[in-house]
C-alpha cells in the first residue's frame, strides 16, 4: 500500500470540511440576519442597492473611508490608521461569521457614516451584496 496515499486523502477531506464548514457560516449568518431584517419591516433585499450604499458618500463621508475602496484589499481606519482586514468574505475567510459583530459594527458605523442608523433595508441589502463579494 503506498503510505502517502492516506495522508494526502487526510489532507484534502480536511481542506474540503474546511472550505464547506466556512462557507456555511457565511450563508447561516448571512442568512439569520436577513430574516432579522425582514421581520424588522424590510422588503426584498438587492445587493445592487446593497452596493451603491457602501460607496455612497454623505458629508465627505463613506463606507470606503475605512474599508477601502475595493472590498478585496485592506483598510485602513480613517481615524486611528489602524488596518482594517479585507471585508469580502471570499479574501477574508472570518467576515460575517458572527452575527453579533455584524450588528455592533453595522450600529458603529452607520452613524458614524451616515450620521444616524441604517434602517433594515439598508442593512440587508448591504450585508446581501458583502457576502457574494
Ligand atoms: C470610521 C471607520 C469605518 C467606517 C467609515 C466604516 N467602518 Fe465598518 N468597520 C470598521 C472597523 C474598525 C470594523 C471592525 C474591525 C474589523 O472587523 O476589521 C468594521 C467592521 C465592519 C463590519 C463587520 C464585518 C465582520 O463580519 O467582520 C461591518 C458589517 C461593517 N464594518 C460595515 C460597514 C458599513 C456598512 C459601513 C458604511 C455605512 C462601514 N462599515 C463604514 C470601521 C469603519
Avoid: Y
Avoid at 459594527?105 to 441589502?125: M, V, Y
Amino acid at each position: 500500500m503506498n503510505p502517502i496515499m492516506p495522508a494526502t486523502c487526510w489532507a484534502l477531506a480536511a481542506a474540503l470540511l474546511a472550505t464547506s464548514v466556512r462557507a456555511a457560516d457565511v450563508a447561516d449568518v448571512t442568512q439569520t440576519l436577513l430574516q432579522t431584517f425582514q421581520s424588522s419591516g424590510a422588503g426584498a433585499f438587492s445587493a445592487s442597492d446593497g452596493k451603491a450604499l457602501w460607496f455612497q458618500e454623505a458629508n465627505g463621508r463613506s463606507c470606503t473611508n475605512c474599508h477601502s475602496k475595493d472590498v478585496n484589499s485592506s483598510g485602513s481606519h480613517q481615524r486611528t490608521g489602524k488596518v482594517i482586514e479585507p471585508m469580502s468574505p471570499s479574501a477574508n475567510p472570518r467576515r460575517l461569521t458572527d452575527q453579533k459583530k455584524v450588528n455592533k459594527w453595522f450600529k458603529r458605523n452607520c452613524k458614524w457614516t451616515l450620521g444616524r442608523d441604517c434602517t433594515a433595508q439598508e442593512k440587508g441589502d448591504t450585508l446581501l451584496w458583502l457576502s457574494q463579494q
